[in-house]
């Protein structure tokens, strides 16, 4: 396999890292971002997920991954500052990792999870959105014709617009009132979770998928290109800071923008138009026929998050610092990354399993969420 490419060095712009990523924002920024970027579509998914747990065994893995990732992040804060002041300024999560590990492969293996992860939220967002419409329009209209797909499309019509935002930076506004919403659905939602009971023989593997879900509610697989929308010194400002689309379109800005002609020249506008439209219809048409939204997130939180987020942080500080093989720290990584990886790899079966049970149910472009 072909080597990754390389950091670009200062004599060569690029266009994905000064269109994209520009680095102007400030702590605050950060927190909006980021705070965003977990407090997704999957934070809904957080009373089924207490379904399939229960209360104190919800509550406590809600915790430890909480705590976890919060170190997870801090660890990657370290690493991404140590490269710096090595000389090696990474933006990209995919660059940082093959860099650090020195690998081809693992270039490649992050971007596939972080395009994966991207499209993922963007079909959960996009789903979630549609329904919220066709509840309020059911509620309105009882008798009313209209279709899901109908209100997905919408949706995905308003994201087209948006999706024009030219960088990260400029989404900071949207992402605070994102926010505010945000914490106003988790207040509504606390006193909903969920007096369902299931079958004993479902407990187990709902239990595991919940786990997947809870783990894709702190999950964050962009926190360099986060960072590198800080303006300089960015660790500090990252620790008191501590969406997704952006990801995919910093990939095709990169690719089909010029960096030395104008981020709104006719050069550069046109190609932003057609390529970020054209991944918003596509998110929109997979969400309006495939819409198993539950299924999706334990999918993603087990083969996206849970690697990103809880076992390559701590592999790239161990690489990284080398702690010694005789202290705590050390350990402590090596025990996360292994109880991580047999929780990815059980959510993951769990989430496929579960997929194919509610196979039966699926119907193109159905009115019907299958959760």
């Keep these: 396999m072909a080597d990754p490419p390389k950091p670009e060095s200062s004599g060569r712009q690029d266009a994905g890292a000064s269109f994209v990523l520009e680095s102007k924002g400030q702590w605050w920024h950060a927190g909006y971002h980021l705070t965003t970027a977990i407090v997704g579509p999957t934070i809904l ?33 370290l690493v991404l500052d140590f490269c710096e002041k090595d000389g090696r300024r990474h933006i990209r999560f995919r660059e940082l990792a093959a860099d ?54 919408m949706v ?26 945000s914490f106003g659905y988790t207040f509504l939602v606390v006193a909903a979770s969920i007096y369902a009971e299931s079958a004993p023989s479902h407990r187990v ?28 010194p960015a660790t500090g400002k990252m620790l008191k800071g501590l969406v997704y689309s952006q990801v995919a379109f910093e990939v095709m800005e990169k690719k089909s923008a010029d960096p030395n002609r104008g981020m709104f020249s006719m050069r550069n506008l046109i190609p932003r138009i057609v390529l970020r439209s054209l991944y918003m219809g596509i998110c929109g048409l997979l969400a309006a026929m495939l819409p198993f939204f539950g299924d999706i997130n334990g999918i993603v939180g087990a083969l996206g998050f849970i690697p990103l987020d809880f076992i390559l942080p701590m592999l790239l500080y161990n690489m990284t610092y080398r702690p010694s093989k005789s202290s705590v720290m050390y350990w402590m990584n090596i025990a996360i990354m292994f109880v991580f990886t047999g929780v990815g790899l059980l959510g993951a079966f769990s989430s496929v399993r579960k997929l194919v049970l509610d196979a039966d149910k699926f119907k193109l472009f159905s009115s019907d969420v299958v959760d």
Aim: glycine content about 10%; proline content about 4%.
């Design 45 to 77: 998914t957080l009373p089924y997920a207490f379904r399939g747990l229960g209360w104190v065994p919800g509550i406590f893995s809600l915790t430890a991954m909480g705590v976890v990732s919060f170190y997870s992040y801090y660890l990657m804060s």
């Design 100 to 153: 650090v590990l020195g690998s081809g492969w693992m270039f490649y293996f992050v971007i596939s999870i972080q395009t994966a992860i991207n499209t993922g939220i963007s079909i959960g967002t996009l789903l979630l959105s549609g329904e919220c419409l066709q509840i309020m329009y059911k509620d309105l209209s009882p008798n009313g014709s209209m279709e899901l797909w109908q209100f997905i499309a």
């Design 156 to 181: 995905t019509g308003v994201m087209m617009v948006l999706s024009q935002m030219p960088s990260f930076h400029s989404l900071r506004h949207i992402n605070l009132a994102s926010l505010l919403l």
């Design 205 to 232: 593997f709902s239990a595991f998928t919940s786990i997947s879900i809870i783990a894709s509610i702190f999950g964050n697989g962009i926190l360099p290109e986060i960072q590198a929308t800080l303006a300089p």
